[in-house]
Antibody, heavy 123, light 108 residues
Framework: EVQLLESGGGLVPPGGSLRLSCAAS????????MNWVRQAPGKGLEWVSA????????YYADSVQGRFTISRDNSKNTLYLQMNSLRVEDSAVYYC????????????????WGQGTLVIVSS | EIVMTQYPATLSVSPGEGATLSCRAS??????VAWYQQKPGQAPRVLIF???TRATGIPARFSGSGSGTEFTLTISSLQSEDVAVYYC??????????FGPGTKVEIK
C-alpha cells in the first residue's frame, strides 16, 4: 500500500523558516515525480511545487518562487519542502502528493495524497 | 495560468437523487482533467482522471465527461457518504497545475 506521511509543520513567525518532510513507502520512490499542494483554512487547493523523480528539476508556483525549495532524498524515500521568508498568507495545510503515473516529469494527476501537516505563520 | 471555474458553489441534493457538478477551463485542456473528493478533515482523493476514467475503487455512481473547456462530474444516486467538497484540476499545462474553487455537496 502506498503511504505518504508529512511532518514538520508548526507555528512560525512571519519571516521565519520551516522544513517539511514527507516519508514515502509502498512504491519505488525514485520512479515518480512528487508534489506539494497546500490548502489555507477553509479555502481551496493550491499547487505549490513539484520535483522530478531524480530530483534534478524543480518547479514552483509564482507565489512561492524564490522563497521555497523542494528536494528529495531517494535513498531515504523522503520529500522535503524548505520554506523561507514565510508570510501570513503561507498558513495552510501542506500535502505531499505522488504523481499518479510512472515517469520522470510531474505531468499527471495526483494519487495518493498524504494526510497533511499544518503550518501557521503568525506573530 | 489556466483558470478553473466550478459551479455551483454549493449543491443540495436529496438522498438517492442525482447530482451534476460543472467545471470550466479558461482555455482548452484537452481531456487532462481530474476530479477529487475531499471529506471534512481528510485529504483529497482522486475520483476521475482523463476527464472520464474512474480511479481504482471508485463506485460506478461517479462518472465524468467533457473535453476542451467544459467538464462534468455526475453522481447518479447520492449517498450520505458522498457529502464532501469536489474539486476539478487541470494537468494539461503541467507542471502549472490548477484547481477549481470546489463544489460543496450537501444532503437536502
Amino acid at each position: 500500500e502506498v503511504q505518504l506521511l508529512e511532518s514538520g509543520g508548526g507555528l512560525v513567525p512571519p519571516g521565519g523558516s520551516l522544513r517539511l518532510s514527507c516519508a514515502a513507502s509502498g512504491f519505488t520512490f525514485n520512479n515518480y515525480a512528487m508534489n506539494w499542494v497546500r490548502q489555507a483554512p477553509g479555502k481551496g487547493l493550491e499547487w505549490v511545487s513539484a520535483v522530478t523523480g531524480s530530483g534534478s528539476t524543480t518547479y514552483y508556483a509564482d507565489s512561492v518562487q524564490g522563497r521555497f525549495t523542494i528536494s528529495r532524498d531517494n535513498s531515504k524515500n523522503t520529500l522535503y519542502l524548505q520554506m523561507n521568508s514565510l508570510r501570513v498568507e503561507d498558513s495552510a495545510v501542506y500535502y505531499c502528493a505522488k504523481d499518479a503515473v510512472y515517469g520522470v516529469q510531474p505531468r499527471d494527476w495526483f494519487d495518493p495524497w498524504g494526510q497533511g501537516t499544518l503550518v501557521i505563520v503568525s506573530s | 495560468e489556466i483558470v478553473m471555474t466550478q459551479y455551483p458553489a454549493t449543491l443540495s441534493v436529496s438522498p438517492g437523487e442525482g447530482a451534476t457538478l460543472s467545471c470550466r477551463a479558461s482555455q482548452s485542456v484537452s481531456s487532462a482533467v481530474a476530479w477529487y473528493q475531499q471529506k471534512p478533515g481528510q485529504a483529497p482523493r482522486v475520483l476521475i482522471f482523463g476527464a472520464s476514467t474512474r480511479a481504482t475503487g471508485i463506485p460506478a455512481r461517479f462518472s465524468g465527461s467533457g473535453s476542451g473547456t467544459e467538464f462534468t462530474l455526475t453522481i447518479s444516486s447520492l449517498q450520505s457518504e458522498d457529502v464532501a467538497v469536489y474539486y476539478c484540476q487541470q494537468y494539461n499545462n503541467w507542471p502549472q497545475f490548477t484547481f477549481g474553487p470546489g463544489t460543496k455537496v450537501e444532503i437536502k
